[in-house]
């Protein structure tokens, strides 16, 4: 997701030997069927989370927000040089800041559309410690 290609393959097998894992236990006595039951529970809810954010990764901005967005990019920059300031600096001071306002929302719509991507972004390290490395390869 990290670089934009969101994939159910990336931990399909980790989920696999997980599920694998949690299917070869045999609880015994009540603790360990609370056990089995609370463990079931909350990997399903990992996978559902899972398919939760590819899907949230592979939606997009709607077309038509990318259009206003751009569109109006175009449509308000040179619109700001018809203001007839009389002072070239107030001007220029006006243009800068409009143009750095729409760089800045082209920034934003350009961020929203791949949530995962970029630098502040889950790392799967903390997942490949503790109890779950055992489902990892060795790196």
Known sequence: MRQGEPSYEATARQTHAMYTALQAYEPVGARSETFYQEAA???NDVAAQRRARITMAETSLPV????LV???????LPLTF?????????????????????GFSLLLVMV???????????TPA???????AQFWPAS
Not at 71 to 76: D, E, K, S, Y
Not at 112 to 122: I, K, N, Q, T, W
Not at 126 to 132: G, Q
Request: no cysteine; aromatic share 10%; hydrophobic share 55%.
């Open 82 to 102: 018809l203001f007839g300031l009389r002072s070239l600096r107030m001007q220029l001071l006006f243009v800068s800041a409009v143009a750095g306002l729409i």
């Open 112 to 122: 929203l559309d791949r949530p995962f991507a970029g630098e502040l972004s889950v």
């Open 64 to 67: 038509l927000l990318q259009v």
């Open 41 to 43: 529970t909350h990997l």
């Open 126 to 132: 903390p997942y490949k410690e503790a109890a779950l």
């Open 70 to 76: 751009y569109g109006g990019a175009l449509v308000i």
